[in-house]
């Protein structure tokens, strides 16, 4: 597995984990027990990865458990991310979030606890609380990092002018939102900015929540716990036309002799170099697929045919209450 570095100085496997639905139920009931997932967070170090990605809202609190147990042999070795900021502790914020400098660092200690750890890597804040002013986090964090619990701050899908606030507080490592071939909002704004001020990108949802796998069509039947059964994307008449993505891949990807997932998580470590995906999966698999992404290299034609397609996602992103939670 090669290397890249998010914000100039933290080194990680150019293709990372994340564990978010190995025991949540966003996109359905999980696939594996906790036996399984832990030997494919294993399997996963085994092959190279050196990044894994939890937060505490994911269970909550058991993602976190699950891979504190899977990585405790193997610690030193490995980048553990994780995030804080909903409201988890019973404070009943409108917002449903809380960053308060005073529940990060009671949420971190908790966090520590069960990463089996005494440090986190890197620490993001999941998402922009908006009463709580991002210098007052920041400096939160500051403090942690000062102390040796944190060694890294990282923000989650958070604007131009909340990462510019933050950064002048304590540098930020890496950003953490949505980025892929269906995703493409963070190129108008968010990279420029990141590539200013060195920071690191680290994508979520790097194969359009499953769907540029083209394992998902118009046919498809989801759970009703499942996250996209709702989501405007995913109802079948976008779904449909959202399609010419897979096929425009899937063409690529037999030329190349790689799956159309290859080819989407390749096109993102194309962008730039300091671009780490983390694809989700439960099947070992899946895993093996999305690990020998990394040897898939797009040549300059192959990825101007990719833009000269033009293809324009069918569907919005979230459904307005969640929108609400996207900083601007």
């Known amino acids: 597995m090669k290397n890249r570095a998010l914000g100039g100085s933290l080194e990680v496997s ?13 996109f359905g009931t999980p696939s594996g027990t906790r036996e399984e997932m832990i030997a494919l967070i294993r399997g ?25 147990e899977a990585l405790e042999p193997v610690r030193a070795e490995v980048v ?21 400098p005073e529940t990060i660092k009671m949420g971190v200690e908790q966090s520590l606890e069960r990463l089996r750890s005494d440090y986190i890597d890197l620490l993001y804040q999941h998402r922009v609380d908006p009463d709580v002013p ?7 964090v500051k403090e942690l990092i000062e102390q040796g619990k944190v060694r890294h701050f990282g923000l989650s899908e958070a ?12 540098p930020v490592t890496a950003l953490q939102s949505e980025y892929s071939l269906w995703w493409r909002e963070p190129e108008q704004e968010i990279l420029p900015l990141l590539e200013e001020l060195g920071i690191g990108f680290v994508p979520f949802s790097p194969l359009g929540k499953g769907f540029l796998t083209g394992a998902i069509d118009e046919t498809t039947e989801f759970e009703d716990t499942d996250f996209r059964a709702n989501n405007p994307r995913f109802q079948p008449d976008a779904r449909k036309a959202n399609r010419a993505f897979v096929e425009l891949l899937s063409e690529i990807a037999k030329r190349k002799g790689a799956t159309t997932a290859q080819i989407a998580i390749a096109w993102l470590l194309a962008q730039k170099p300091w671009i780490v995906p983390i694809p989700g999966t439960t099947k070992p698999h ?43």
């Open 14 to 26: 150019a293709i990372g984990l994340g564990c978010m639905t190995m025991n949540t139920n966003l």
């Open 44 to 68: 996963a170090v085994d092959r190279g990865v050196t990044l894994f990605d939890t937060a505490q809202v994911y269970g909550p609190f058991v993602n976190e458990e699950l891979v504190g």
């Open 80 to 100: 553990v991310a994780t995030k804080f900021g909903f409201d988890l502790y019973g404070a009943g914020r409108e917002s449903g979030l809380d960053s308060r």
């Open 134 to 140: 991002i210098e007052e986090t920041a400096g939160a």
């Open 159 to 170: 604007g131009v002018q909340t990462i510019r606030r933050a950064h002048a507080v304590q």
């Open 286 to 328: 899946r895993l093996e697929e999305n690990i020998a992404a990394a040897d898939v290299e797009l040549t300059d034609d192959e990825l101007r045919e990719i833009e000269e397609a033009h293809l324009q996602a069918q569907g919005h992103r979230y459904l307005p209450r969640q929108q609400a939670l996207i900083d601007r």
